[in-house]
């Protein structure tokens, strides 16, 4: 495995970007570079518990990510998460933050602490990215529940507006217990 990983660094100080910053949604000139993981920022999840499952899937390809096996770029990561650019976006910044552990849906997540806790994690973050990334614009964070998710492995899709053509609005939709769920009211069903 490589000890190289992506991170995004400032081009005028040269320094990672630290999450979060208010400072951050001044917008100053991005670009990736490749930065050792000892100079990346750590932003510790609130819980110290560990996730649900610490399951590795060799077969997942969101765990491929994780183990930084590909050449995906990676947005931000700490022990707890890793947050990327979905493959194929559908908005005008499409953001994925998935856990580290294989966490298959929605539907394995409990009224538990280290659960309601790794999910406010996994918005923070993205909410940071997109704050960073896309200042000026409407942003939804949520999930898709199962038959409807795409990989079985948790992914909180993050969303800066519009959806870009507008039809893959279709996608989000929000259908009752089938449907995209938006993270404030997943959040409201696990909360401890
Ligand atoms: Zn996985
Ligand atoms: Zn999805």
Request: net charge positive; with cysteine; hydrophobic share 35%.
């Amino acid at each position: 495995m490589s000890c190289i990983i992506y991170g995004v660094i400032n081009v005028k100080t040269k320094q990672p970007l630290k999450l979060p910053s208010s400072k951050l949604q001044k917008k100053p000139p991005f670009h990736i570079i490749k930065t050792p993981a000892s100079a990346l920022p750590s932003m510790a999840a609130s819980a110290a518990a560990p996730a649900t499952s610490l399951q590795f899937e060799p077969d997942c390809i969101f765990c491929q990510i994780t183990s930084k096996s590909t050449s995906t770029t990676i947005l931000y990561s700490d022990d707890k998460v890793i947050a990327f650019p979905d493959i194929r976006p559908s908005a005008f910044r499409h953001y994925l933050v998935i856990p580290v552990a294989h966490i298959p849906t929605v539907r394995d997540l409990q009224r538990k602490t280290e659960d309601y806790s790794l999910v406010c994690h996994m918005l923070e973050v993205g909410q940071t990215l997109l704050r960073r990334d896309a200042p000026q614009c409407q942003y939804r964070f949520g999930f898709h529940q199962p038959p409807m998710n795409s990989v079985n492995h948790l992914h909180l899709h993050c969303q800066a507006m519009p959806y870009t053509p507008s039809w893959k609005c279709m996608k989000y939709l929000s259908l009752g217990p089938l449907g995209f769920i938006e993270a404030d009211k997943f959040l409201e069903k696990i909360k401890p």
